[in-house]
């Protein structure tokens, strides 16, 4: 009878066994840990952020109009977040020591910038053009929800290819005049006729493609 317990060929088999038995247990929690995390579901994520800033107060009581803050949206892919001088520009004068504003004073007395926490992150493999979508009537609730009635601001849609494919295959319920893509209670279905979403389709153009190729760069 042989001595031994396995064959000789199996020892080929040990640096495998020994490299699974250690990455494995890494990849079951990194699975767990953030698998199943509100940034990979997406619908609800909603993050704390540096500085207390209530989308509801400034968008909604004061009805600011988003641009002041986010400048580039019509004219480049990124809606900017502003940079703490635009903060400053309304809070040297209005409540400049509220507790809520130390953050934004302490940016603006180092220079150093505010470390926002994005909210609508898409995956660096996907491509999105703000002002292509903005400058064509679609409104910023549409993926952003009512972020006029935000405390803190969350992910209200989940920014998947598949919901996006939605909107691209029928846009006509998205489509509004471009005066209105900032008013978040504007609503195409009650404030047009099917007619006049239609003719808004064809004023600029719309045929969103379905190709790989136009979000996946």
């Given amino acids: 009878m042989s001595r031994f317990l396995f064959p000789k060929w199996s020892n080929l088999l040990l640096p495998t066994i020994l490299v699974a038995g250690a990455t494995v247990p890494l990849y079951a929690v990194f699975f ?4 199943f995390s509100p940034k990979t579901l997406e619908v609800g994520y909603q993050p704390e952020q540096p500085v207390p800033f209530s989308h509801a107060l400034h968008a909604g009581q004061l009805g600011m109009d988003c641009r002041y803050c986010h400048a580039t949206v019509e004219r480049a892919a990124h809606a900017a977040v502003p940079p703490t ?19 934004v004073q302490e940016s603006y007395r180092t220079g150093m910038p505010i470390e926002w926490v994005k909210v609508h992150k898409l995956g660096d493999y996907s491509y999105f053009n703000h002002a292509a979508h903005v400058a064509r009537g679609i409104g910023c609730v549409s993926c952003h929800g009512r972020i006029d009635q935000m405390e803190v601001v969350y992910r209200s849609a989940p920014l998947s290819m598949g919901w996006c494919l939605e909107c691209h295959r029928n846009p ?46």
């Fill in 85 to 103: 001088q635009t903060c400053m520009n309304c809070h040297v004068q209005i409540r400049p020591e509220s507790p809520k504003l130390a953050g």
């Fill in 32 to 35: 767990v840990a953030y698998g």
């Fill in 172 to 217: 006509e319920p998205n489509i509004r005049p471009v005066s209105q893509i900032t008013n978040m209670a504007y609503d195409p279905a009650l404030e047009l006729t099917e007619e006049e979403r239609l003719g808004l389709l064809h004023k600029f153009d719309i045929h969103p493609s379905e190709n790989c190729s136009a979000c996946h760069r």
